[in-house]
């Protein structure tokens, strides 16, 4: 007799009864199931079963319902947010993670190859083998890792222990950052009791980036009037434009101060991939923290971040966990003879804020162990070239408008026909085309505001998506506009074809 009514067996079955579905799926055929929402929903809706349907149910709405009506995220076409699907094999990756190495750690080769996966990543954005970090549940937990080590640094320098003690002695303390910047930073800083207000926006200048000046003047202006300077931000690759910010100059103005510098790359951390755009991120073995995403760039399923911090004792003791005696581990080192759940495994729960939480690397491990350094480099690489070529179309045609020269693989542009000049009807006008060329399924990028204006923003990160895709984003706007009216035959046709 079983000892629970839930199946602990049958796991290639069950699974052999859904790869036909996702198999189907990651064809991306037909209409886009999102407009069946009405559908699913009545059908999945329902109250709390008292007694189990069982496997065969549940599966089979997996298969009918949850896979049939997928996002498509990873289509080619689709380049409308900062994360897509993963690529195969770090989904697979995360699967035998799942049912073999659920406890991050405890000696299981899911837990070596996962601190493994960790040196790998740091090395691939060019941080030094001294850096310590741990594998997050995304940037925003990165990003909170990185200040958290921050707040512990500007504690110390003043003699006392922020984890420990509290905040009291801690006056007004800021953060400073572009206004730019992403807005999980202001989380970050209300999480960490800074408050959110102990956020300064530091104004951008023409070329979007921190105005120096302004962080200069306000570092000096704060500490005289009392207040405690914790960290500066910077952005490399904002998500908005892509723009990198300066961040060996503002490392400078920072450490001559003895404030600390975070850079959040959550986005645009892989960027430094690109021996093109390399040179904007400077000397990253000299900053204090980084926040990185595998699971956007790098294609691994979604949940997956990584912070890294330069002084890893400031790290741990920002995050210490305190001791438990249920599960005090042993040493590391028992050997083969021993019980596995004698040995702990590698890694420093002290570097990390969850406790409890799958070996997340493996995933990473898997996706560079596939394609190697050279494999991702190429990535970024072409992602950055789509970003460009829509660039070029944009320039090229006298109804388009570029909003933001791309850094990355973000390109901002607009509809502007010639004899619309006014600002209010050209946002109305580009996110009426947004909508119709999303509706369409084709291209599916996302938007934003560039100097206040309206923008069709396609990021592009997709595994799955080439230079064709990013000519089709153009000819899918292209074709909307001129179903609208907004642009004639004539302009319709004045783009050199393709």
């Known amino acids: 007799m079983r000892p629970d009514i839930a199946a602990t067996d049958a796991l290639a079955d069950s699974l052999a009864r859904l790869l036909p579905a996702l198999e189907s799926f990651t064809r991306f055929e037909g209409a886009d199931p999102a407009a069946r929402r009405t559908l699913w929903r009545v059908a999945l809706d329902e ?257 997956c971040g990584a912070g890294f911090v330069r002084d890893g004792g400031v790290l741990a003791r920002a995050l210490t966990l305190e001791p438990a005696a249920y599960v005090e581990m042993a040493p590391t080192g028992t050997g083969d003879l021993g019980s596995p759940f004698d040995e702990r495994g590698e890694g420093n729960p002290d570097f990390s804020v969850d406790h409890s939480a799958p070996a997340r690397g493996l995933t990473v491990w898997a996706a560079l162990k596939e394609i190697g350094a050279s494999g991702m480099r190429a990535r970024v690489v072409r992602h950055n070239d789509c970003a460009r070529r829509v660039a070029a179309r944009v320039r090229e045609h006298p109804a388009l408008e570029l909003l933001a020269e791309p850094i990355l693989s973000i390109c901002c542009f607009r509809v502007k026909p010639e004899d619309v000049s006014d600002e209010d009807t050209l946002d109305a006008l580009n996110e009426r085309i947004l909508l119709r060329v999303r509706a369409r399924g084709r291209a599916i990028p996302s938007h934003t505001r560039v100097n206040g204006r309206f923008a069709i923003r396609p990021c592009f990160i997709n595994p799955r998506t080439t230079l064709a895709d990013a000519d089709a984003t153009v000819d899918e706007v292209l074709a909307v506009a001129g179903g609208l009216g907004a642009i004639g035959e004539r302009a319709l046709r004045s783009e050199s074809p393709r």
């Open 47 to 303: 109250p709390l079963p008292e007694t189990g349907a069982g496997r065969e149910a549940v599966l089979e709405t997996l298969r009918s319902y949850v896979i049939a009506n997928g996002l498509r995220i990873g289509a080619p076409g689709f380049s409308g947010w900062v994360t897509t699907m993963p690529t195969t094999v770090p989904a697979v990756a995360q699967l035998a993670g799942a049912i073999t190495a659920a406890q991050r750690w405890w000696a299981t080769p899911g837990n070596f190859l996962e601190v493994l996966a960790l040196r790998w990543l740091q090395r691939l954005v060019g941080l030094p083998d001294h850096f310590e970090g741990s594998f997050t549940s995304g940037g925003a937990t990165a990003n909170l890792v990185g200040l958290a080590a921050a707040r512990q640094h500007a504690g110390e320098r003043r003699g006392f222990d922020p984890s420990l003690d509290g905040l009291q002695r801690l006056v007004e303390p800021r953060v400073y950052a572009s206004t730019e910047v992403h807005h999980v930073v202001h989380r970050a800083c209300g999480v960490l009791g800074l408050g959110r207000r102990a956020l300064r926006m530091i104004p951008v200048d023409s070329s979007r980036t921190p105005d120096l000046d302004a962080l200069e003047r306000i570092l000096d202006e704060d500490p005289a009037a009392g207040r405690t300077p914790v960290a500066v931000v910077a952005s490399a690759g904002d998500v908005n434009t892509g723009i990198v910010d300066p961040i060996d100059a503002m490392r400078e103005i920072a450490h001559a101060r003895g404030v600390w510098l975070h850079v959040d790359g959550a986005y645009g951390g892989f960027g430094v991939l690109d021996p093109r755009v390399a040179p904007l991120y400077g000397d990253l073995s000299k900053i204090d923290s980084f926040a990185v995403d595998p699971h956007k760039w790098m294609a691994v399923p979604v949940g």
